[in-house]
């Protein structure tokens, strides 16, 4: 079985500051692992995704998110937030070398990006 | 630019009616995906489809949910009756299976309220 674990459900963070929102994942081969963001009132949109190859992903709007096969976790991460980038973040895995195409997400982080 | 389009965006209905939501998946890609998201559950997969062949509705209620792609530009949720425990909002996503989905794009969701 898959799963994932977003332990923060909010994370606050000042304008021009870093922001990490982090993201442990448990499957039982290799791991697809991905990362959605949903504005309000809005359908989920793919920010980047790690298949193989270099650790540190990069993605849109300035994100990346690095993975860290021994500590199972893919936090995402920003060099400088921006008040746009408030929204909910959601993290996925899937198992490679499982059968289907089964998508399992965390329960979302609310990021808010102060003034 | 190319996106997953759902029909309607918003639904209000009594408790027994019939609801179906729509989705069109992106020109091209072969596998759509059913979620609903609630505050309680977050993101749950209810079914999905590759080439409109279901391949697994195991997260979707059987006796008053289906699901169908009548042809592949059209994919269909239907509720009947509906409750007011259905109430959410459900997301179509599609992508392209080629060894596996690797990104799946998302719709804008259909809010639906059951009364």
């Known amino acids: 079985a898959q799963s994932v674990a977003q332990p923060e459900d909010q994370v606050n963070v000042a304008e021009g500051n870093p922001l990490t929102v982090k993201c442990t994942y448990s499957v039982s081969g290799n791991p697809y692992l991905f990362w959605y963001v949903q504005y309000p009132n809005r359908g989920l949109q793919f920010l980047l995704k790690?298949?193989?190859?270099?650790?540190l992903v990069k993605g849109s709007y300035g994100f990346e998110a690095e993975f860290n096969k021994s500590q199972t976790s893919f936090h995402l991460k920003k060099p400088s937030a921006l008040v746009s980038d408030s929204a909910l973040y959601f993290c996925?895995?899937?198992?490679?070398?499982?059968?289907?195409?089964?998508?399992?997400f965390g329960g979302g982080t609310r990021v808010l990006v102060k003034p | 630019d190319a996106r997953v389009t759902q029909t309607p965006r918003h639904k209000v209905t009594e408790m027994g009616q019939e609801v179906t939501m729509r989705c069109q998946p992106i020109l091209g890609h072969n596998t759509v995906f059913w979620y609903r998201q609630t505050m309680m559950q977050g993101l749950e997969l209810l079914a999905y489809?590759?080439?409109?062949?279901?391949?697994?509705d195991s997260g979707m209620p059987k006796d008053r949910f289906s699901a169908e792609m009548p042809d592949a530009t059209l994919a269909t949720l239907k509720i009947q009756p509906s409750e007011p425990r259905d109430s959410a909002v459900y997301f179509c996503?599609?992508?392209?299976?080629?060894?596996?989905?690797?990104?799946?794009?998302f719709g804008p969701g259909t809010r639906l309220l059951v009364l």
């Open positions: 790690y298949i193989t190859g270099d650790n």
């Open positions: 996925a895995v899937r198992d490679l070398e499982a059968a289907g195409n089964k998508l399992t």
């Open positions: 489809f590759r080439n409109r062949a279901p391949l697994d």
């Open positions: 996503a599609s992508g392209l299976s080629q060894a596996g989905v690797r990104t799946q794009y």
